[in-house]
């Protein structure tokens, strides 16, 4: 008699950097996995090495980042420009430019590289901590959304690349982190569109070299009168260069042109000349044509996803696969996360297309022109340098010719924010408010502030009452799957009275706070600092007062007391807001007196601002935040809570 299949919330196909980081989210809360990889082991060489700032940001919000660091990656601040010389004699250094320049306000203003087989393995040794291993090596044969069993309706049969030993499994969800090749998106029918033909063929070698170029440990683009070069330091005193193999202005111009090892490490040295590289060894090399395409869809029915790879092609110069990869699991482990706990309602499923596939657009869109603009002409000398003297801060510039900056420069400068990871901006929907969303109060977005929902939330220093530590606000609710809710308190004086309303009405009978009190909470840890109350939200609560003068007990009432070691004093300096008297509230655009109530999502972004008010105002315009999108009725009488 044969076995019935066995179970499991989500089966994912593909061990890359967007199928472990779902699969790390997802186990850390609890779901059953079912993980494969057709490789018989992680990657090796080459693939992805570069995490941009905002990435870093989400490794240390999910406790992997010194894991990283541990490695010694290399880390780029800057990148330099270098062009051929007026006589034709060689290349020249024309400027150089910050990584993450001074105007992102970033924790990490340089981009770490790091050999994505390290990255890899930082998630899985993650993964088995929690009880769930990448099978390997094994494929996908085939599945099916049946519904033969309503709680696990898609059926996904697996096959061992070796032995071919089959096995088939029931899952909740179908994950494909394939690749660009994904058997899922193939058997979907889904079609990858391609923004524009193939126009260049770059090749790609890692390995350690022996050089007198002297920014060969910096991120550099390299143009000469014999081609163009893009430069990026690894770890392990290795580099990695792409050189320009054809592009479609050649007169014989083919998209599969191939090239030797050999032929490409002969075009490096002409272009680098009058300076020499020798290799002392090549660890990887592969030649690849630049095509940026998106697929047309990212899921039919919001039970088998795809993401990463599966669903964008682009060039790699820019940094910017695997950090796209990173976000596109959180965006979808999160609500996931919230449909199976019964949070919200299965229709928040389609955000994560809307939401993902409008950043893969803009990624293309951006690459594509860099691409182009990397393989054009060279810029001349003096054009970084020009483009340096501009209001944002360059770290250097030359003082050669006064020419007009190219547009690859000017492109690179306004990229910046973008390609650190800061510029993504979802648009307003059910979790980013706007004057369109179901929910209505004058309370909304109170003027002057400076949070724009579906963005970031912006860093801030602040200090922890509880042991006086300085710390960074933004990363003291770690990625747990909640939303975060930030009581800006302003002065105490001022607004004690607010925050006592605020707290007697979270216990109203239909309010977002006891509609999802957690079963267990009677026998909650004592030392449960982030979720004492419920699985959906956490709560801080920060006081524009110096921490010597708040006293937790007598300021706040026992419920947002529970969360002692959220409470904090907006008592730092900043130097991007030098005159405030509560930096943390004025950098986000909050009355230094009154403050407000801000809260962002379990990935980091602004969901909503509402005024922190006496009475019922700032707990009922949260009812009605929330209550467009959970599973219950939120509010005050009948019909209270906008639904989807």
């Not at 290795?238 to 030797?260: G, H």
Request: charged share 20%.
């Amino acid at each position: 008699m044969p076995t019935s299949p066995e179970n499991y919330d989500v089966a994912i196909i593909g061990a890359g950097p967007v199928g472990l980081v779902l699969s790390v989210c997802l186990a850390r809360w609890g779901y059953k996995i079912k993980h494969i990889d057709n490789r018989p082991g992680p990657t090796v060489t080459g693939r992805a090495d570069g995490i941009q700032p905002r990435s870093l940001d989400l490794l240390r919000n999910m406790n992997l980042k010194r894991q990283i660091m541990a490695h010694e990656p290399a880390k780029v601040y800057e990148v330099a420009f270098w062009d051929p010389t007026s006589g034709g004699k060689g290349i020249h250094r024309t400027g150089t430019w910050a990584s993450c320049p001074k105007f992102i306000d970033s924790r990490y203003p340089f981009t770490t590289l790091l050999h994505q087989g390290y990255i890899e393995n930082v998630f899985i040794e993650d993964l088995g901590k929690n009880g769930t291993y990448v099978q390997r090596p094994w494929t996908i044969t085939g599945f099916e959304n049946n519904g033969k069993d309503e709680r696990y309706p898609v059926e996904v049969h697996l096959e061992h690349v070796e032995t071919k030993e089959k096995e088939t499994v029931r899952s909740r969800y179908l994950f494909s982190g394939e690749g660009g090749k994904s058997f899922v998106r193939e058997q979907l029918g889904i079609q990858i569109h391609y923004k524009d033909p193939i126009a260049h063929v770059w090749g790609v070698m890692d390995g350690v070299v022996r050089t007198d170029f002297p920014d060969v440990k910096m991120k550099c683009t390299i143009h000469s009168d014999h081609g163009s070069i893009m430069i990026i330091p690894r770890e392990n005193n290795m580099v990695r260069l792409y050189i320009q193999i054809a592009s479609s202005t050649d007169e014989d111009w083919n998209p599969r042109k191939q090239a030797s090892r050999d032929e490409v490490q002969a075009s490096a040295k002409r272009i680098l000349a009058p300076y020499y590289i020798e290799w002392d060894r090549v660890e990887w090399y592969s030649v690849y044509p630049i095509g940026q395409g998106i697929a047309e869809k990212y899921t039919l029915d919001q039970r088998v996803f795809m993401g990463g790879d599966a669903c964008h092609t682009h060039s790699p110069k820019a940094g910017q696969g695997m950090n796209t990869a990173f976000l596109d699991a959180v965006n979808l482990a999160w609500k996931i996360h919230h449909v199976e706990s019964g949070f919200a309602s299965r229709s928040v499923l389609s955000t994560y297309e809307s939401e993902r596939k409008l950043i893969a657009e803009n990624l293309l869109e951006f690459d594509a022109k860099y691409a182009a603009l990397f393989s054009q002409r060279k810029p001349s000398a003096g054009e970084v340098g020009l483009a340096s003297q501009s209001t944002s801060p360059a770290i250097n510039q030359s003082q050669e010719a006064k020419e007009e900056p190219n547009e690859f420069i000017e492109t690179f400068k306004a990229s910046c924010e973008f390609t650190s990871g800061y510029g993504i901006a979802y648009d307003p929907n059910i979790f980013n408010h706007s004057s369109s969303h179901p929910a209505h109060s004058s309370l909304f977005n109170p003027p002057g502030t400076t949070l724009v929902t579906g963005r970031i939330l912006r860093p801030a220093n602040v200090t922890r009452v509880v042991d006086a530590n300085t710390v960074h606000l933004e990363q003291e609710i770690p990625l747990n799957g909640a939303f975060r809710i930030y009581i800006f308190a302003g002065n105490p004086s001022t607004t004690q009275k607010a925050v006592a309303d605020f707290s007697t009405h979270l216990f109203e009978k239909r309010s977002f706070f006891t509609s999802f009190v957690r079963p267990d909470v009677e026998t909650v840890s004592y030392h449960e600092k982030h979720l004492p109350h419920s699985l959906f939200y956490t709560f801080c609560t920060i006081f524009a007062a110096p921490h010597s003068e708040i006293n937790i007990p007598s300021l706040l009432p026992p419920v947002l007391a529970r969360y002692s070691s959220h409470v904090y004093a907006d008592d730092l300096w900043d130097q991007r807001v030098p005159d405030a008297k509560a930096s943390a509230h004025k950098k986000m655009g909050l009355d230094e007196e009154r403050g407000a109530v801000v809260v962002v999502r379990p990935d980091g972004y602004v969901a909503c601002v509402v005024r922190l008010v006496e009475d019922s105002g700032t707990v009922d315009a949260l009812n009605g935040y929330f209550g467009a999108f959970v599973s219950k009725p939120l509010g005050k009488g009948e019909g209270a809570g906008a639904r989807l």
